[in-house]
């Protein structure tokens, strides 16, 4: 430890230029890990609604009316209730349940599902069946609650989902179930639940292969309720979006993973540098019985000022706040730990190269 030390005091002497390219490391690996989660889930939404594709199912954009909440008539809501029972459709509240009533669900973030097609379209949800019933996230393993009050029927919490359980949403994309209340509602609940959540419900509707009359049908029922809905196919529409949203993410991650070699490279030329200025120091500590070991450590306690300190700090919070910007963290957090090991090699290497310490 004494050894590291003594590198880090190294760096804290040139702390302006040290500080200046520690920043720039640390900015580059925390956009590039943000870029990078995008990315990570993407891909993971493209490979959780395969089920979707297969089935050619249409999903719809909303449009919602300016001032009060849309009122769709009780017919256009049993619709969408029958397709549900036929297996023909599903749909999800994710953010509008419970407005009203903070005491809902414990008080926890829900998701609420109504469909019975559902355990066989996410198997990795381990849904239990059948329904009504409620399961808690991996981090609610107690949640306090024994059972989830929704439109006067007591939905009991009878499981815990799988640790990183993901309820793979066209619409929200990737949405983590870990903190949340997963509750499997019963189809006749739709026409007794609230305005806004029933708009949710009409919105996030999910059907499969429906005909042009049924989505006809569905979206002017809607609309003569004053909510617009757009629908789309999500075999043609969701890899086309993803496409569009790789390109994106793609542009950031080439430019900031190009900042980051620059980045990289501009402090190899100052380490090589620093490392000469030092010559004097190192032959005299060798002098002194210190071994190659010791002026080793000592020269990655200073790459470790620069490259690790601030960088894996930031990108460790990230990793704690988890969600989607965990795994984008991780990778980027393995390939500035691996590039300290390769910029230290060859620092060490350098030294005793050149300055003949062996």
């Given at each position: 430890m004494r050894e590291v030390w003594k590198g880090f005091i190294i760096a804290l002497r040139r702390w302006s230029t040290m500080l200046l390219l520690t920043g720039m490391?640390?900015?580059?690996?925390?956009?590039?890990?943000?870029?990078?989660?995008?990315?990570?889930?993407?891909?993971?939404?493209?490979?959780?609604?395969?089920?979707?594709?297969?089935?050619?199912?249409?999903?719809?954009?909303?449009?919602?009316?300016?001032?009060?909440?849309?009122?769709?008539?009780?017919?256009?809501?049993?619709?969408?209730?029958?397709?549900?029972?036929?297996?023909?459709?599903?749909?999800?509240?994710?953010?509008?349940?419970?407005?009203?009533?903070?005491?809902?669900?414990g008080g926890y973030p829900s998701l609420v599902l109504f469909g019975d097609i559902l355990p066989d379209l996410f198997p990795d949800l381990q849904l239990d069946e059948p329904a009504p019933c409620a399961m808690s996230g991996a981090k609610l393993a107690e949640p306090g609650i024994e059972a989830v009050s929704l439109a006067g029927e007591d939905i009991p919490i009878v499981k815990t989902l799988p640790a990183g359980a993901t309820f793979f949403d066209v619409n929200v994309t990737g949405l983590p179930l870990d903190n949340r209340i997963l509750i499997r509602a019963p189809t006749e609940t739709l026409s007794s639940l609230q305005p806004i959540e029933?708009?949710?419900?009409?919105?996030?509707?999910?059907?499969?292969?429906?005909?042009?009359?049924?989505?006809?049908?569905?979206?002017?029922?809607?609309?003569?309720?004053?909510?617009?809905?757009?629908?789309?196919?999500?075999?043609?529409?969701?890899?086309?979006?993803?496409?569009?949203?790789?390109?994106?993410?793609?542009?950031?991650?080439?430019?900031?993973?190009?900042?980051?070699?620059?980045?990289?490279?501009?402090?190899?030329?100052?380490?090589?540098?620093t490392m000469r200025q030092e010559y004097r120091t190192f032959k005299i500590r060798e002098m002194c019985g210190a071994t190659p070991m010791h002026i080793s450590i000592q020269?990655?306690?200073?790459?470790?000022?620069?490259?690790?300190?601030?960088?894996?700090?930031?990108?460790?919070?990230?990793?704690?706040?988890?969600?989607?910007?965990?795994?984008?963290?991780?990778?980027?957090?393995?390939?500035?730990?691996?590039?300290?090991?390769?910029?230290?090699?060859?620092?060490?290497?350098?030294?005793?190269?050149q300055d003949q310490i062996r």
């Open positions: 490391i640390a900015a580059a690996c925390v956009v590039l890990s943000l870029a990078l989660s995008d990315v990570l889930s993407q891909v993971a939404v493209l490979r959780g609604a395969e089920q979707l594709r297969e089935r050619h199912a249409v999903t719809y954009t909303a449009y919602y009316p300016h001032g009060p909440c849309s009122r769709v008539d009780e017919v256009t809501v049993q619709f969408l209730a029958d397709m549900i029972d036929r297996q023909q459709a599903y749909t999800a509240i994710v953010f509008n349940m419970g407005l009203d009533d903070p005491d809902f669900a029933q708009e949710e419900a009409l919105t996030r509707a999910v059907m499969f292969a429906p005909t042009s009359e049924t989505v006809d049908a569905y979206v002017s029922g809607c609309l003569q309720g004053g909510l617009s809905l757009i629908p789309h196919d999500v075999a043609v529409d969701q890899p086309q979006r993803f496409r569009e949203i790789m390109m994106t993410s793609a542009m950031y991650i080439v430019g900031m993973l190009g900042f980051l070699i620059l980045a990289l490279a501009t402090f190899l030329s100052s380490a090589r540098l020269i990655g306690g200073f790459l470790a000022a620069v490259v690790l300190a601030l960088p894996v700090t930031l990108l460790s919070l990230l990793v704690m706040i988890g969600g989607p910007f965990a795994a984008g963290a991780l990778w980027v957090m393995l390939a500035v730990v691996l590039s300290f090991f390769f910029l230290w090699l060859t620092s060490v290497r350098e030294v005793r190269v």
